[in-house]
C-alpha cells in the first residue's frame, strides 16, 4: 500500500515559543541514524511514557551521541512529536476506490484489527495525558499527528459529497470527530475490558453514523 512521506518536526509556535522546530541545516544526515533514533523514542515512550523519556537514554539505547539528537530536534518535545508523526506512514496516500461507505467500512475495519497491537494505540492516550500540562507539546502532536489522520477522513467525505453520495450540506468536521471518537472511545473501553456496545463492528458503527448524511435514494 502506498504510503505518505514521514512528517518532520517544526512549524508550530504557541506562547512565543517554537516548541517543536527542528534545527537548521548542517552536515549531511545519517539515514540509519534517523531511524534508529525515532525507533527507539517511540520503543522507550511505549515502556516509559512521556515525562519518563530522556534524551541520555535514547542516545544510549539507539547507539548515537546526544549530540547527534540534538543537530536533529530543538528538544525532547520536537523529537517525541517528530517520533509519533512517523507513526503517520500507516495512513495510504489516498482515499482507495469504492463507495463512501465502503471505504469508510474497509478502513474503520483494519485500523479496529490493528488497535490491539498499534503503536499508535498504546502511544496517543499518552499524549492525551498530557494536553493540560504540556499544552504546547499537545498542540503541536495534534497539528502534526492528528491532523493528517483527520485530513484522510476529510477527503473520503468530500469526494462522497462531490460524488453525491452524502448530502451537499454535510459538515465535513462533524462527521469525521463523530467516525474517529466512536471509534476511539469504543475501541479503547474493549481494550479496558469494557464494552458499551457488544456485538457492535466497525460497519455498524459507520452505518449508524451515516445514516443521517447519506443522499436518500428516490423511490
Given at each position: ?7 518532520v518536526?517544526?512549524g ?105 497491537t ?43 459529497i ?22 476511539v ?20 458503527f ?14
Amino acid at each position: 500500500m502506498s504510503v505518505v512521506q514521514r512528517p518532520v518536526a517544526g512549524g508550530f509556535v504557541a506562547d512565543g515559543a517554537d516548541v517543536c522546530a527542528t534545527r537548521g541545516p548542517g552536515r549531511p544526515r545519517d539515514a540509519r541514524a534517523d531511524e534508529a533514533i525515532i525507533e527507539t523514542t517511540l520503543d522507550l515512550m511505549s515502556d516509559v511514557g512521556v515525562t519518563g523519556l530522556s534524551i541520555e537514554e535514547v542516545a544510549l539505547r539507539a547507539g548515537v551521541s546526544k549530540a547527534t539528537i540534538y543537530r536533529r530536534f530543538e528538544s525532547k518535545d520536537a523529537l517525541i512529536v517528530a517520533a509519533l508523526a512517523s507513526l503517520n506512514s500507516e495512513l495510504p496516500a489516498a482515499p482507495p476506490d469504492g463507495s463512501t461507505r465502503d471505504v469508510l467500512v474497509s478502513v474503520a475495519e483494519a485500523w479496529w484489527l490493528s488497535h490491539p497491537t498499534s503503536q499508535s494505540a498504546q502511544l496517543f492516550p499518552r499524549l492525551f495525558g498530557h494536553a493540560r500540562s504540556n499544552p504546547r507539546l499537545f498542540g503541536c502532536f495534534f497539528d502534526q499527528v492528528i491532523e493528517p489522520r483527520r485530513d484522510f477522513f476529510r477527503g473520503l467525505i468530500r469526494r462522497g459529497i462531490n460524488r453525491g453520495e452524502l448530502r451537499q450540506e454535510t459538515d465535513v468536521e462533524l462527521l469525521t470527530t463523530l467516525l474517529i471518537s466512536s471509534s476511539v472511545y469504543t475501541m479503547h473501553l474493549r481494550a479496558a475490558g469494557r464494552d458499551v456496545a457488544p456485538g457492535s463492528t466497525a460497519a455498524d458503527f459507520v452505518d449508524a453514523i451515516l445514516a443521517g448524511f447519506l443522499v436518500k435514494a428516490d423511490h
